[in-house]
């Protein structure tokens, strides 16, 4: 279950974040406002993901979205040997090293 890194989109004040959260963690919203210097933050409209992420919940992979974002990754990925990742349908993963993915994501880690 610690091995899965979902993607995980957030508003936080009308921008969007993606959240790389293990699958073993809730990602605290108080705590990831607090990060972000915001005031607000909660999940984001599933139309907004996909109108600006690109991809449908459920599949949103943690890398390849159509705009940029800041993405934060859940820093408890990075004691695994390898992690698995959406890759754009609910249906499909691939694995990654933790230490690739935060390199290809130009991701945060941050304790989520």
């Known amino acids: 279950m ?3 890194a979902s993607s995980l989109v957030f508003d ?3 921008d969007l974040v993606v959240v790389v959260a293990s699958g073993a963690n809730h990602v605290d919203e108080d705590r990831l406002a607090a990060h972000l210097g915001v005031d607000d933050v909660g999940m984001a409209d599933p139309d907004a993901i996909s109108d600006v992420v690109g991809w449908s919940i459920g599949g949103v992979p943690p890398i390849c979205h159509d705009s940029e974002m800041p993405t934060l990754l859940d820093e408890s990925l990075l004691a695994y040997d390898t992690v698995w990742a959406a890759a754009g ?3 499909a993963v691939f694995p990654i090293d933790p230490d690739d993915l935060r390199r290809l994501a130009e991701a945060t880690p941050v304790d989520v």
């Open 89 to 91: 349908t609910p249906s």
């Open 2 to 4: 610690g091995q899965i």
């Open 12 to 14: 936080a004040d009308g």
